[in-house]
């Protein structure tokens, strides 16, 4: 059965870093893309990073481009999400997230919703 379990949420001030951890099991999410969604308070949830299976394709929301780096080890089965000069607009619940083809009838993996979701991490940044 595939899984995606989170890790790593928490309360930080304003200006410091966070890492979120993600482990994805089951035979469904092996050599697939990974990435994370997030939904902040008020809104939807929206799309903020995603990793190809090899590791050499991200993608960034632009809102997070250049603070977050999305990183991935496939002898763990591991995704993570390394979040830095965090802002009080980042708060909100992450989703790690699994797609079951990199690219399919015209569209990338980063392009469409994903077919996998974990339950969620709460990240809270103070001001």
């Known amino acids: 059965q595939a899984q995606l379990v989170e890790s790593g949420g928490g309360l930080v001030q304003a200006g410091a870093s966070l890492r979120l951890s993600c482990v994805a099991s089951?035979?469904?999410?092996?050599?697939?893309?990974l990435g994370w969604f997030r939904r902040v308070p008020g809104k939807e949830r929206k799309f903020a990073a995603a990793i190809s299976w090899s590791g050499n394709d991200k993608h960034y929301d632009e809102s997070v481009k250049g603070r977050f780096i999305i990183s991935r080890d496939n002898t763990k089965n591991i995704v993570s999400l390394q979040m830095n000069n965090l802002k009080p607009e980042d708060t909100g619940v992450y989703f790690c997230?699994?797609?079951?083809?990199?690219?399919?009838?015209?569209?990338?993996?980063?392009?469409?919703?994903?077919?996998?979701w974990g339950q969620g991490a709460e990240v809270i940044v103070s001001s």
């Open positions: 997230t699994a797609w079951d083809w990199e690219y399919t009838n015209g569209v990338y993996y980063y392009e469409r919703d994903p077919d996998y």
């Open positions: 089951g035979r469904a999410l092996d050599s697939v893309p």
